[in-house]
């Protein structure tokens, strides 16, 4: 069906995913009165120092709102985001863990992925992404104060498995999300998907 490649995208995701599970059970405990940057050093071996993940595996998470932040970790701990590792290790953490990390992070630059793309469908997919998402992932999704989180050089696997989620109802969207998901992938299918996927990856 329309989803056939995206589909087969997250298959290859998942496994680079579920690839670092082994290290979460060795992660430190963190300990209350923790500092932010004591914090962070326990994300730092997946994400990055900073928050800026060299890799596929793991979202790069410097720059992102206080506000997404917060609410993302709170929706990774409850389940209400689905995640194969936050969840556990969201649930480690209290509320106020969640805004110190969230302000340590904010303050750090989101570092763009180097990754392939190919650039007709981006060209494509940057059309689609103003028509489609722009009003609320301003900047081409690069703006982070929308509280939507960022697009632009994030990661391929991971953006491509949050729209699988979205698209699954696995992840609520936003009303307005769901809506002109459905217009795009009536009128361009998972071609229009895979074009947006790649305008995004062509942001470096
Ligand atoms: C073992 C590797 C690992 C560790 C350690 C880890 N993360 Fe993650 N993180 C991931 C993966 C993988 C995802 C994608 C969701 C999933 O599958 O769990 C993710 C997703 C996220 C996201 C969502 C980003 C977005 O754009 O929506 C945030 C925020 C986040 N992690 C914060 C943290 C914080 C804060 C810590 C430390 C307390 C941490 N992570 C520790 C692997 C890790
Ligand atoms: C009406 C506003 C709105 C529109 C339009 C919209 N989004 Fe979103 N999007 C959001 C918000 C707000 C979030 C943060 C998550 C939440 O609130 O559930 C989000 C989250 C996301 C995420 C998850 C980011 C992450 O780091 O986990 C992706 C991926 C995404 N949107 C893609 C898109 C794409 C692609 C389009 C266009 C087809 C689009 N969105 C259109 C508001 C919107």
Not at 88 to 105: P, V, W
Not at 131 to 149: F, I
Request: proline share 3%.
């Amino acid at each position: 069906m329309a989803f056939k490649t995206l589909t087969k995208a997250v298959v290859v995701a998942g496994l680079a995913l579920s690839a670092t599970a082994a290290i979460a059970a060795d992660a430190p405990k963190v300990m209350t009165g923790a500092s932010a940057s004591m914090l962070a050093n326990t994300c730092a071996g997946c994400h990055g120092t900073d928050g800026a993940s060299q890799g596929p595996a793991s979202p790069t998470i410097a720059g992102l709102s206080k506000d997404y932040f917060i609410e993302t970790m709170q929706g990774f701990a409850s389940g209400e985001i689905p995640s194969t590792i936050m969840g556990r290790i969201a649930k480690g953490y209290t509320e106020e863990e969640f805004a110190l990390m969230a302000d340590f992070y904010r303050t750090k630059p989101f570092t763009k992925a180097k990754q392939d793309f190919d650039k007709k469908l981006a060209k494509k997919g940057a059309k689609l992404h103003d028509k489609y998402c722009e009003k609320c992932h301003a900047e081409g999704g690069q703006s982070a104060e929308d509280d939507a989180g960022v697009l632009a050089g994030q990661w391929t696997p991971y953006v491509n498995w949050q729209l699988a989620n979205f698209k699954a109802g696995d992840r609520e969207a936003p009303k307005k999300m769901k809506k002109q998901m459905r217009k795009l992938l009536e009128k361009k299918g998972s071609e229009g998907v895979k074009a947006l996927l790649n305008y995004y990856a062509s942001q470096q």
